[in-house]
């Protein structure tokens, strides 16, 4: 599994480029704000509080990167839908992965074009 | 991972079942294949990847109690068993996955509202797939002075929390998330709907007011259990205090913990200090691990050596961060109360960290403070989990471990010993520390926990070993008195076994109940050793 997810983040990195192009309409990106804001901002928001260890998926991932990409996912440029999609329905470490009772399918694309609106 | 049907239920019968729960819920509601059953697995669980692994053959999520209703007699119809879920979220304990592979997951998160919360009498009634964020939400955004109270992760459940004997961060009678509950609805295995308490009576003014009705009380009967689905649940809440007081008291030995302890339980019992009680060691921490690890080199260290590592590092031994909630002059007088008492009782009794705030906090306050003494949700606890300075190897979970413990330094000590035996005679890495503080978040008991058992997602063999320490401290921690109060599924029968006293009657009279409740087993079979007759495993 983990394996899966980390090669998905090598082609997602590799096609960080093309991710524009599947430019999602605005109110899309506005649902899955709302969506991101309530499900994963609990864990993956920009807070500095305490270094953003109150925010533990914020933690990990500024743990992981050192700076080289910003801890909270909704700052970064790097993120297309597919990978995030992976990681809702998979989940990562100590991150469980989402049943559809929680975040539907439709709620889950909202999410992904919103983080990879930023996609470069 | 592949579709495990229940045992003695053939995949003609489990088809015509889930087609008749399609009729009932739409066929977008019930979940079948490989992919989503296996968001329906425990992600924390240390049985991942082995072959007795708790899995669901599907799932089916209603959106209101008739329909649950209409599930309950399907699954009576096809004995096919089910096991009710609330947000899911009860990891390390379990997840979303059922306690008898082959069940059904009856996942209640769509059944989320907030049915009523009254501000004057200071109750909320909600449904099972709420949580804590969105009662935390409903109370802020309608202006309410209440707080509830809540465990970490604020994504879970206050049934599923609460049925679960979850606990949390506030005053003494909120925490006891059970004990906070009050009057629920219930659907029966046989399918009817039943209110307890004074919900029984038509009419009822005090549902969520007066727990006990009439006659025996039975709202016991459906925590930790499998006697009934319950589809709605009152919970008492805490009038938002006029402010907040904490204040830090250090003693210098380690044997100063023993009546630090005393004098803090009558702080609490006299409803004094009613906010959690915080216990920490100046003498743990990474800083300190070599030395600790010394220490306890040949054998656990005796209390007169403890002392004397005490003395010899010259901080305090133990410190207890004690919390205060009310109007600013009270909570003053009743600080100012403590620390005389415990001044005079405990030499070099110090007193540091002073703080009052009023309440509620201001968004830059809760920056800096630990929301759940404020009933604040958050998710800050996974933290500990997550990959970070110092933690090289970020696991996939863990399973908890919480003894219950008589409130007194002598028992603490005795747990902190257990576990270093535990872990000297099992030969695992020895994480052990005669400095760890006990738990408070039940105001009757102590909670001692032992350093988290890791799961991994990918390493069967780990896992593996991780079962066999487990369970090797629920064994050793009931021998001693001090059973967990609650376990992940796969230590479920280990720990009932362990109340035997008179020959297991308590197992047998719930066992008796459940024939009589559930004729058709069909309700979460095995759920904290309690199995219906057809499974019923035979002892010896």
């Given amino acids: 599994m983990k394996k899966t997810i980390a090669a998905v983040g090598i082609v997602a990195g590799l096609c960080g480029t093309v991710g524009g192009v599947f430019a999602a309409e605005p109110g899309q990106i506005a649902r899955g704000q709302e969506k991101y804001e309530y499900w994963c901002a609990t864990c993956h928001a920009g807070d500095p509080r305490e270094g953003g260890r109150y925010l533990p998926g914020t933690a990990?991932?500024?743990?992981?990167?050192?700076?080289?990409?910003?801890?909270?996912?909704?700052?970064?440029?790097?993120?297309?839908?597919?990978?995030?999609?992976l990681v809702i329905r998979r989940g990562m470490e100590a991150m469980p992965f989402f049943r559809k009772t929680e975040i539907s399918d439709t709620e889950m694309e909202d999410i992904a074009a919103y983080l990879a609106r930023n996609a470069k | 991972?592949?579709?495990?049907?229940?045992?003695?239920?053939?995949?003609?019968?489990?088809?015509?079942?889930?087609?008749?729960?399609?009729?009932?819920?739409?066929?977008?509601?019930?979940?079948?294949?490989?992919?989503?059953?296996?968001t329906y697995r425990d992600a924390y669980s240390i049985r991942w990847g082995h072959e007795d692994e708790y899995l669901a053959s599907a799932a089916v999520a209603p959106k209101?109690?008739?329909?649950?209703?209409?599930?309950?007699?399907?699954?009576?119809?096809?004995?096919?068993?089910?096991?009710?879920?609330?947000?899911?979220?009860?990891?390390?304990?379990?997840?979303?996955?059922?306690?008898?592979?082959?069940?059904?997951?009856?996942?209640?998160?769509?059944?989320?509202?907030?049915?009523?919360?009254?501000?004057?009498?200071?109750?909320?009634?909600v449904e099972p797939g709420c949580s804590y964020f969105d009662l935390y939400r409903y109370v802020k955004d309608k202006g309410l002075k209440l707080w509830i109270d809540c465990p970490d992760p604020g994504w879970g459940s206050p049934i599923g929390n609460a049925l679960e004997h979850g606990v949390g961060y506030t005053a003494s009678q909120f925490r006891d998330h059970w004990g906070a509950h009050c009057g629920m609805e219930v659907v029966t295995p046989t399918g009817e709907i039943m209110r307890t308490g004074m919900g029984a009576l038509p009419g009822a003014k005090t549902w969520q007011e007066y727990k006990y009705g009439v006659g025996p009380h039975v709202d016991g009967l459906f925590a930790q259990s499998n006697f009934g689905i319950v589809t709605k649940m009152g919970f008492w809440l805490m009038p938002q205090p006029e402010a907040w007081l904490t204040g830090t008291v250090n003693v210098p030995k380690y044997s100063d913990f023993i009546p630090l302890v005393d004098h803090c339980n009558y702080l609490e019992d006299a409803m004094i200090a009613t906010g959690q009680a915080i216990y920490s060691s100046g003498l743990g921490g990474?800083?300190?691990?070599?030395?600790?690890?010394?220490?306890?080199?040949?054998?656990?260290?005796?209390?007169?050596?403890?002392?004397a590592y005490a003395e010899k590092k010259g901080v305090p031994a133990w410190r207890v961060k004690l919390q205060f909630y009310g109007?600013?002059?009270?909570?003053?007088?009743?600080?100012?109360?403590?620390?005389?008492?415990?001044?005079?009782?405990?030499?070099?009794?110090?007193?540091?960290?002073?703080?009052?705030?009023?309440?509620?906090?201001?968004?830059?306050?809760e920056k800096t403070h630990h929301l759940v003494n404020f009933g604040i949700p958050n998710m800050a606890i996974f933290a500990g989990m997550a990959r970070e300075p110092g933690v090289a190897d970020p696991k996939d979970g863990h399973t908890d471990f919480f003894a219950v413990c008589p409130r007194t330094?002598?028992?603490?000590?005795?747990?902190?010993?257990?576990?270093?035996?535990?872990?000297?005679?099992?030969?695992?890495?020895?994480t052990a520390s005669p400095f760890r503080g006990p738990v408070t978040w039940h105001h009757k008991c102590f909670f001692m926990g032992a350093p988290p058992v890791d799961s991994q997602r990918n390493d069967p063999a780990f896992n593996r070993r991780m079962r066999t320490l487990y369970d090797a401290y629920v064994k050793k921690f009931s021998d001693a008195g001090f059973p967990p109060y609650r376990t992940n599924p796969g230590a479920q029968d280990l720990l009932a076994a362990q109340f035997s006293f008179n020959d297991n009657v308590l197992l047998r009279f719930q066992e008796a109940l459940k024939d009589g409740i559930d004729p058709n087993g069909i309700l979460s079979p095995g759920r904290y050793g309690v199995w219906p007759k057809r499974l019923r495993p035979k002892r010896a």
Avoid: C
Avoid at chain 2, 84 to 111: F, Q
Avoid at chain 2, 286 to 307: F, H, I, K, S, W
């Fill in chain 2, 64 to 125: 209101s109690v008739e329909e649950v209703q209409a599930i309950v007699r399907i699954a009576n119809k096809y004995k096919i068993p089910l096991y009710p879920i609330s947000t899911g979220k009860n990891l390390t304990y379990g997840g979303s996955a059922p306690t008898y592979s082959g069940s059904i997951v009856l996942d209640l998160k769509r059944m989320n509202r907030v049915l009523e919360v009254d501000e004057k009498r200071a109750f909320a009634l």
């Fill in chain 2, 409 to 430: 330094g002598e028992a603490v000590f005795k747990a902190l010993k257990l576990v270093y035996d535990t872990q000297k005679e099992l030969g695992v890495p020895l």
């Fill in chain 2, 286 to 307: 990474p800083q300190n691990g070599a030395e600790v690890q010394a220490l306890m080199a040949n054998r656990y260290p005796t209390l007169a050596e403890l002392d």
């Fill in chain 1, 60 to 85: 990990s991932l500024n743990a992981k990167y050192k700076g080289d990409r910003p801890g909270a996912l909704a700052d970064r440029t790097d993120l297309l839908a597919p990978y995030v999609k």
């Fill in chain 2, 327 to 365: 109007p600013p002059e009270v909570i003053q007088a009743r600080w100012e109360y403590a620390q005389e008492r415990i001044a005079k009782a405990i030499p070099g009794a110090t007193f540091t960290n002073f703080e009052t705030l009023p309440m509620p906090l201001t968004e830059a306050q």
């Fill in chain 2, 1 to 38: 991972m592949p579709i495990k049907l229940p045992p003695g239920i053939s995949a003609s019968t489990h088809a015509s079942a889930v087609k008749e729960l399609q009729r009932v819920v739409g066929s977008d509601w019930v979940f079948t294949s490989e992919e989503d059953l296996d």
